[in-house]
């Protein structure tokens, strides 16, 4: 039985879809191993979102050639679809596979098996982009506790800094019907929270005609799933109509992340970005006014072109002044074939890391705050893990993460639990 050790980089979407081609092999008799072990194959899904990306992917290539000089490595994901020649050069590599073959994956290694005490001339196979049309299901459920489920694929927005839908093409997803017989799936393997995944979650439809609106419907009613999570909307898709269904839901979490990127509108205009700071604001404030416990995230980039001093410091007042939950915050990265590097002027690379330090420390202040207001209240804790002091780990509905000494194993259990929060630290005791 052939050996296969996995490897993933980049976004949740990333993670969900490593875990079913990891399920595929397993089901096609290979064993997997751990990546830091010795295998016969290799499969890293890489991610590009940034040069240091790239440059992860390569380093983890060249660890598994070292770790296994015999070994095959296959190379997905999007820095496989963005740069297949230049992966194609490195050591080891076998096969570079794009977003369209990346699932017949299983078939092409099953090939590459039959011919094992053969030289294999390593070979790229990547449809062009813009002919990508398929899009593939997958879900992880290796955790056990949560599981990212993939709803939507690609993206048809141009923002100027990105290079996502060179990656990942055009915005396409599976029927609703397909997706609630994969929730009632993953709730028969015990899962108890989702999360949805994909690259423009809000723009769910495009395939099929179907709704956002109406996905979350169907998915809320899904029996065995007491917790869905949207991983992450843009401004303009995070209706009213999404707002007040998240608020009288069954199961959807108090919990939204929302892609900001800068809090100055001279800047979202160059990124092409498609609301303004007001519109922006009045979004925050519905939000707080309906759900007045959701935990609100946004990602904020730091430097992009254009983003003079003066941008950047009215970009800073207003993230202070949103009353949000916590900052993930970008630095900007030059990408190839993206229009943002045309635009004037560009920010010094220690500048960058300046803004960056500035809105970390932001970031840590509002999460502060955030969980300051939950200390000594009670809420639902979905526990996942125990850490190395023995404290079981788990995050609220609202998503504060909470460690706790507990008289049972509340490992994949939602319990009620006191919170006290502590020098940074929110701990809590099982509420009576
Ligand atoms: S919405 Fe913009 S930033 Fe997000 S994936 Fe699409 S193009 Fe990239």
Redo the contacts with the bound molecule.
């Keep these: 039985m052939a050996t296969i050790g996995f490897y993933t980089l980049g976004c949740k979407l990333n993670y969900a879809e490593t875990d079913s081609i990891s399920r595929k092999f397993t089901e096609c008799g290979f064993e997997r191993v751990a990546f830091s072990d010795v295998a016969d194959y290799y499969v890293v899904n890489s991610c590009s979102v940034t040069e240091s990306a790239n440059k992860k992917g390569r380093q983890a290539i060249r660890a598994a050639h070292k770790r296994n000089p015999q070994a095959k490595i296959i190379v997905v994901g999007c820095y496989a679809q963005l740069k297949p020649q230049e992966i194609l050069q490195l050591d080891g590599v076998a096969l570079v596979l794009g977003v369209q073959e990346k699932f017949s994956i299983t078939d092409r290694v099953m090939a590459l098996e039959k011919e094992r005490l053969t030289s294999h001339v390593p070979e790229g196979c990547v449809t062009p982009i813009e002919s990508v049309e398929s899009f593939n299901s997958a879900y992880s459920c290796s955790e056990r506790t949560r599981s990212f489920l993939k709803v939507q694929d690609g ?1 048809n ?3 100027s800094y ?1 290079t ?2 060179l990656a990942r093409g055009k915005s396409r997803n599976t029927t609703i019907q397909e997706l609630v017989r994969q929730a009632e799936e993953i709730a028969n393997r015990g899962v108890k929270e989702i999360v949805l995944s994909g ?2 979650i809000g723009d769910f439809g495009k395939s099929t005609g179907e709704k956002f609106i109406d996905l979350i419907r169907a998915l809320d009613a899904v029996e065995g799933i007491q917790r869905y999570r949207i991983s992450s909307i ?1 401004p303009n898709l995070l209706t009213s109509e999404v707002i007040d269904f998240v608020a009288h839901s069954r199961a959807f979490m108090p919990h939204f992340h929302i892609p900001l990127q800068c809090g100055c509108d001279e800047v979202l205009k160059l990124m092409r970005r498609r609301y303004t700071t007001d519109f922006f604001a009045k979004k925050i404030a519905e939000v707080h006014e309906k759900i007045a416990d959701a935990f609100i995230g946004m990602d904020v980039m730091v430097g992009s072109p254009g983003e003079i001093d003066e941008y950047f410091q009215k970009s800073y007042n207003f993230i202070q002044s949103l009353g949000i939950s916590f900052v993930h915050v970008f630095t900007y990265s030059e990408r190839e074939n993206t229009d943002a590097l045309q635009i004037k002027p560009h920010i010094q690379e220690s500048v960058r890391t300046e803004r960056s330090v500035r809105l970390h420390s932001l970031s840590e202040e509002q999460l502060h705050n955030f969980y300051k207001k939950y200390d000594g209240t009670i809420r639902p804790v979905l526990f996942e893990t125990k850490n190395k002091e023995g404290y079981q780990v788990g995050f609220t509905d609202n998503y504060i993460k909470v460690q706790a000494k507990l008289p049972l194993n509340a490992k994949n259990k939602i319990v009620p639990i006191l919170l006290s929060y502590r020098n940074g630290v929110m701990e809590g005791i099982l509420a009576e």
């Design positions: 993206c927005y141009r923002c990105c996502i839908p690259i423009n843009e």
